[in-house]
């Protein structure tokens, strides 16, 4: 570190030029659709954090209702589009877009570059998805919200039994957000492979985004599925067209194999980058370079590759051939392998250097105890008889919550006091984070550890409500009062983010001594990233002291393109500035939609035509760029 | 290690691929998955059946689907052909490749709409999960070449402005790439939907 650390990071002299062409205009207009990729990271988080208040919302209101047995502060059909809509809300609102939004902000940081590789892309998927959930959160404005479960079983969801707008507000609106996701992956998976730093070779690549990489490739491959069942869906609903009614040659479970063929790999799409957010945090407050580094990149690929073959083992309630099913099992539980090294490699870690523990490793460790019960829980699941015995029972709701809320969540609370003082430049408060974090921990486990024995005991999930008979009230008020000071707990965390943008301690380029590349350069960084593109010849560059100065690249805004594998430079390129059409086609995509929704064919023709439009005139080159080419 | 043999580098022409080239490969990717998806939900539905397709339906005729191949597959090397004249700066050559591919597109179009017309006084989309599919897979389809027809088209309009040259034409290479992909699911298409219902 030292000299050539701030030659990367300050320079002013290259600084000022380099400001002049990366700085976002300051017209209300330019700043809309920006296409800063830090601007952007950071609306993706807030808004995401908007999701997951509104899915703990719903998820208190159910747990209101399941307080007490024979409770009415719920109807049935209220209780069905809240349940609905948590599941939807955390999974596709929330989780996943957090987990991308961090990705957006670190990505070019971590690898040395000065953007994304599609700048405007990454403008475009965000307003997509902010818009995608409006359409579905406008649902609740007519009284319409879906309510056929997140994984919307057929025949349940189709139009005979749920005649409504429910469901097409779940079809219409995931499809829509399946365009930004995508656009967000290859974005993601671009940009790592072509744009990483000369000498940040493959092995040297950080593991955040190794872990953002296999998912971003996950999502290529897994996304189409949801969208083939969805656009079955609504072809079935809107349009009498048969895939899933058995009268006519459909088959229900048609729809099963479609979701989970999607539904499972996108499990460790939410999961994977949380995993990567560890092993990022724990070398760090370990004082000690990542044990097992390449096998946790292997880790990571395996569970990614694996993912897409064990779909079925949500299924095995389904009545399917003896053999699929064992080979589904097995196939299951080989996950619990690459699970395994990724937790035995952090354990090894911490075991071999000096332990500091500071609010980010706080929750890091609270992740590795959490995610081990959600682990050998996801085991026992994997046994076909285990699984029959307490299939949609709460054994499951404990299961699952405990990888998504014990362990995701978890490492999102870690990566936001650990990346906070990056975003915002300065520390968040530690007394309000202790106070958050053992919150969080006793309330996570009071409300779902004994969902365990409630799911062992038969409690159903999804039902509104239960008999006294059964004995699971005290249960049940266990989990309630757990679930408040969960939610509670987030909230603290929440103040302390908005408390701290103004009264938190200044934190300085590189305030956790961290060895990565983000903290080589001020805090906010500056809208260029990096004053000269630095030359990496180690995994942990900032502790490594062999970090070189490369080329400034101030001619324009410029980035360097590597190769994919070695990261040899091959030439720099020029990167796009902020350009209105990406916004517009947000809405027209939108109005789109809601065509659809409403069965306006022409309103949703003329948004069609129109999003073609917009999408030429966003492609046609910049005036200037076509000079360039005719000299 | 300190300084590299490299200072400041200029925006040098280069016949690497972009990284356009890369989001088009990957948006083929995911299409292709998509693809398959529906591909595969055809063949999942047919092998829970008897017959398939299906009592009522007769097997599908070759004549015109394999005819429809041939045309999208002479407009893929049409346009190859173009793309490779203005490497070597045959604006003109690029020109008539492109004029060429947009043409035998359109004709793909017509040859679809007789398809539709005649398999359409057979049965409609709404009679059976095999008709659903059907549709539903070579419409889709017909939607991507209209899309693939329009990203020619836009290439053509930046042709005629003369934005391309032996060393700039990545436009050209990611339209040609996406032309390309859309004719190779015709052939999967006629292979699953036209031609596996013969070999049972």
Same mark, same amino acid.
């Given at each position: ?9 300050i ?10 062409h ?13 296409v800063?990729?830090k ?7 807030v808004?995401?954090?908007?999701f ?6 719903e ?23 809240l ?8 999974m596709?609102?929330f ?6 939004g ?6 070019p940081l971590?690898?040395?570059a ?8 990454n403008?475009?998927s965000?307003?997509?998805f902010?818009?995608s ?5 406008a649902?609740?404005?007519v009284?319409?919200a ?10 349940l969801t ?5 005649p ?8 219409l609106?995931?499809?829509y ?8 992956a290859v974005n993601?998976?671009?940009?790592i ?8 070779s493959?092995?040297?690549l ?11 490739v996950?999502?290529i ?5 949801l ?9 079935e ?12 040659g ?18 460790y799409i939410?999961?994977?980058p949380?995993?990567g957010?560890?092993?990022m ?5 370990s004082r000690?370079?990542m044990?097992?580094h390449?096998f ?11 993912g897409f ?8 309630a389904t009545?399917l051939p ?5 080979f ?8 619990a ?12 870690t911490m075991w071999?250097?000096r332990?500091?523990?500071?609010l980010?490793?706080?929750?890091a ?7 081990t019960i ?11 008889p285990f699984?029959?015995?307490v ?5 499951v709701?404990?299961h ?6 014990g362990s995701?969540v978890f490492?999102?609370f ?17 007394? *309000? &984070? /202790?106070?958050?974090?053992? !919150? +969080?921990?006793?309330?996570l486990?009071?409300? #779902?550890?004994?969902?365990? $024995? ?5 409690m ?9 008979? *059964? &004995? /699971?009230?005290?249960?049940? !008020? +266990? ?6 000071? #969960?939610?509670?707990?987030g $909230?603290?965390?929440?103040w302390n983010a ?7 301690a200044i934190?300085?380029?590189?305030p956790?001594a961290?060895?990565?590349l ?10 260029y990233?990096?004053a ?7 995994r942990?560059?900032?502790?490594d002291d ?9 001619d324009?805004?410029?980035?360097l393109r590597?190769t994919a ?7 720099p ?8 059409w ?8 939108l109005?789109f ?5 409403l ?7 003329v948004?069609?035509?129109l ?13 200037m ?7 | 290690m ?6 400041q ?10 990284v ?17 998806c529906l591909l ?5 539905l ?14 599908p005729?070759l004549g015109?689907?394999v005819?429809m ?7 893929s ?6 793309e490779?004249g203005?490497r070597?700066g045959h ?9 060429g591919?947009?043409l035998?597109?359109i ?7 007789v ?9 409609g989309?709404?009679t059976?999960?095999y ?9 889709f ?13 836009f ?9 391309f ?8 290479s990611?339209a040609a ?5 859309v004719?190779?699911v015709?052939v ?8 596996s219902?013969?070999?049972s």
């Amino acid at each position: 570190m030292g000299i050539i650390a701030e030659e990367i990071g300050i320079a002013p002299a290259i600084g000022n030029r380099l400001r002049e062409h990366w700085e976002t205009p300051r017209t209300w207009l330019a700043r809309l659709a920006t296409v800063d990729h830090k601007t952007l990271g950071i609306r993706y988080i807030v808004t995401a954090w908007v999701f997951f208040a509104l899915g703990g919302l719903e998820a208190a209101l159910m747990r209101l209702q399941l307080a007490r047995p024979e409770n009415h502060f719920l109807s049935p059909e209220a209780y069905n589009q809240l349940f609905s809509m948590h599941g939807t809300t955390m999974m596709f609102l929330f989780i996943q877009p957090m987990l991308s939004g961090f990705s957006f902000y670190l990505a070019p940081l971590l690898i040395g570059a000065r953007e994304l590789a599609f700048p405007r892309l990454n403008a475009f998927s965000y307003f997509a998805f902010l818009l995608s959930g409006v359409f579905i959160y406008a649902s609740f404005l007519v009284g319409q919200a879906p309510n056929g479960g997140w994984f919307a079983y057929t025949p349940l969801t189709d139009v005979q039994y749920d005649p409504g707008l429910n469901m097409d507000f779940y079809a219409l609106g995931l499809l829509y957000l399946g365009i930004a996701t995508t656009a967000g992956a290859v974005n993601l998976i671009v940009t790592i492979l072509r744009l990483r730093a000369p000498g940040m070779s493959l092995d040297r690549l950080p593991l955040f985004l190794w872990s953002s990489l296999t998912t971003s490739v996950a999502v290529i491959f897994a996304m189409p599925a949801l969208t083939a069942a969805l656009g079955f869906l609504e072809l079935e609903r809107r349009w009498q067209f048969v895939f899933f009614s058995p009268d006519r040659g459909g088959n229900p479970l048609l729809w099963q194999h479609l979701f989970w063929f999607f539904g499972h790999p996108w499990v460790y799409i939410v999961f994977l980058p949380a995993t990567g957010m560890l092993s990022m945090i724990i070398p760090v407050f370990s004082r000690r370079p990542m044990i097992g580094h390449t096998f946790v990149a292997l880790a990571t690929i395996a569970t990614g590759i694996v993912g897409f073959g064990v779909w079925v083992h949500h299924m095995f309630a389904t009545g399917l051939p003896q053999l699929s099913m064992s080979f589904f099992g097995a196939a299951s539980m080989t996950i619990a392998i690459p699970s395994a090294v990724q937790i035995f490699a952090w354990l090894g870690t911490m075991w071999n250097g000096r332990v500091v523990l500071r609010l980010p490793m706080l929750f890091a460790i609270a992740f590795i105890l959490q995610f081990t019960i959600g682990g050998i829980t996801g085991v026992m699941t994997a046994v076909v008889p285990f699984d029959w015995q307490v299939h949609d029972s709460y054994f499951v709701v404990a299961h699952l919550h405990y990888v998504l809320a014990g362990s995701s969540v978890f490492a999102i609370f870690a990566a936001l006091y650990y990346w906070y003082p990056k975003m915002s430049g300065r520390l968040m408060d530690r007394r *309000l &984070g /202790l106070t958050s974090f053992w !919150m +969080l921990v006793v309330g996570l486990n009071l409300a #779902f550890f004994p969902m365990h $024995l409630a799911g062992l005991q038969g409690m159903p999930r999804r039902v509104y409500t239960y008999s006294p008979e *059964l &004995g /699971l009230g005290p249960v049940n !008020m +266990l989990e309630t009062v757990g679930a408040f000071l #969960f939610a509670l707990g987030g $909230l603290v965390t929440l103040w302390n983010a908005v408390r701290s943008r103004r009264h938190g301690a200044i934190a300085g380029d590189n305030p956790w001594a961290a060895d990565s590349l983000e903290w080589a350069v001020s805090s906010p960084p500056p809208p260029y990233d990096f004053a000269r593109i630095p030359l990496v010849a180690s995994r942990n560059p900032l502790w490594d002291d062999n970090l070189g100065a490369g080329p400034a690249l101030d001619d324009g805004r410029q980035t360097l393109r590597t190769t994919a594998l070695d990261a040899e430079p091959e030439r720099p390129i020029q990167l796009p500035e902020q350009n209105t059409w990406t916004v517009v086609i947000s809405l027209t995509l939108l109005t789109f939609f809601t065509g659809l929704l409403l069965r306006w064919s022409w309103f949703a023709v003329v948004s069609g035509v129109l999003t073609l439009f917009a999408l030429a005139r966003w492609l046609w080159p910049a005036p200037m760029r076509i000079q360039e080419t005719e000299t | 290690m300190t300084s590299y043999a490299m200072t400041q580098p200029a925006l040098a022409d280069s016949h690497t691929r972009d990284v356009g080239w890369w989001g088009m490969a990957l948006l083929c990717a995911t299409e292709g998955a998509l693809f398959a998806c529906l591909l595969t939900a055809y063949l999942y539905l047919g092998s829970g059946s008897p017959r398939w397709p299906p009592a009522g339906f007769e097997l599908p005729k070759l004549g015109m689907p394999v005819l429809m191949m041939v045309v999208l597959l002479a407009s893929s090397a049409v346009l190859a052909w173009g793309e490779r004249g203005i490497r070597s700066g045959h604006r003109a050559r690029l020109k008539a490749g492109l004029a060429g591919s947009i043409l035998l597109g359109i004709v793909f179009l017509a040859l679809q709409t007789v398809e539709y017309h005649n398999k359409l006084s057979h049965f409609g989309p709404r009679t059976h999960a095999y008709a659903s599919l059907f549709y539903t897979i070579t419409g889709f389809h017909g939607a991507h070449v209209t899309l693939g027809l329009l990203i020619l088209g836009f290439t053509a309009v930046r042709a005629l402005r003369g934005h391309f040259t032996s060393s700039r034409y990545q436009g050209v290479s990611n339209a040609a790439l996406y032309w390309h992909f859309v004719d190779g699911v015709w052939v999967a298409i006629v292979a699953v939907l036209y031609v596996s219902p013969h070999l049972s």
